[in-house]
């Protein structure tokens, strides 16, 4: 069997809409006031000072504080503060298989970190960026199908992958808030492909229940004795988005 060199590159790119630690989209200040805009829209804030207090938001059509016998309704982006900044990280930011050996898999790991305050939403999404290819695109390693028939994976479902006859770069994940398909480390799925227009996938997703969720996921490439020597690489994408 040949023994061939193929590296796997991965690139993490990571959006965070909301920003990481507090943002301040504007302030102005004058000899008689400050008035400082702290979220990421335009145009809200809540200032005062002995002579006057300027509650504002854009967006909100009724922005204020409504009581009455039985309840409260505080309306306005102005009431909604987080006491931890949201965050999120990847632990590795290029992974390396080594050299691949023909129907012998190879597996890499790296961890995921979502940290923001207890009780809120968040999601984690990830996509590839075409096949692991070589340099000159003249050969790939297929995405996972995982074993096939019976036991086939997608980029949304994902099944049994044990089989050393059965090739392809696909991922399972472990840890918190993650898809409950990956019932054990033997449960794989593929990449979506953006290069085929395949949408994002969600590989965490939930409401904070401790001050961080963390989850490792695991990298994994079996290939045929037909496959084409080289060095292979492809990018992979996650991007973490907080709920409101």
Do not use: H
């Amino acid at each position: 069997m040949k023994n061939l060199s193929n590296v796997l590159k991965t690139i993490f790119l990571i959006s965070i809409f909301l920003g990481v630690g507090p943002a301040q989209a504007q302030q102005m200040d004058s000899s008689d006031y400050s008035i400082k805009f702290p979220n990421i829209n335009f145009g809200a804030g809540n200032t005062s000072s002995d002579s006057y207090n300027v509650s504002t938001t854009v967006g909100q059509l009724a922005a204020n504080e409504f009581s009455s016998l039985g309840y409260i309704v505080k309306a306005g982006f102005q009431y909604r503060q987080s006491i931890a900044p949201f965050m999120f990280s990847v632990s590795d930011s290029s992974i390396d298989l080594g050299s691949l050996v023909p129907q012998t898999p190879t597996t890499a790991t790296t961890n995921l970190t979502v940290s923001l305050d207890q009780g809120e939403t968040f999601q984690v999404t990830a996509q590839e960026e075409g096949p692991l290819t070589t340099l000159y695109g003249n050969n790939t390693i297929p995405d996972t199908s995982c074993n096939g028939r019976k036991e086939n994976c997608t980029e949304k479902t994902s099944a049994v992958w044990n089989s050393n006859t059965a090739y392809g770069f696909g991922y399972t994940i472990a840890g918190d808030n993650i898809p409950q398909d990956f019932r054990s480390p033997s449960y794989f799925r593929r990449f979506p492909d953006s290069l085929a227009n395949e949408t994002p996938v969600t590989i965490m997703e939930g409401n904070q229940s401790a001050d961080k969720s963390e989850a490792v996921l695991t990298f994994k490439a079996n290939i045929s004795p037909l496959q084409g020597t080289g060095s292979y690489e492809t990018i992979v994408k996650f991007v973490a988005t907080p709920g409101f």
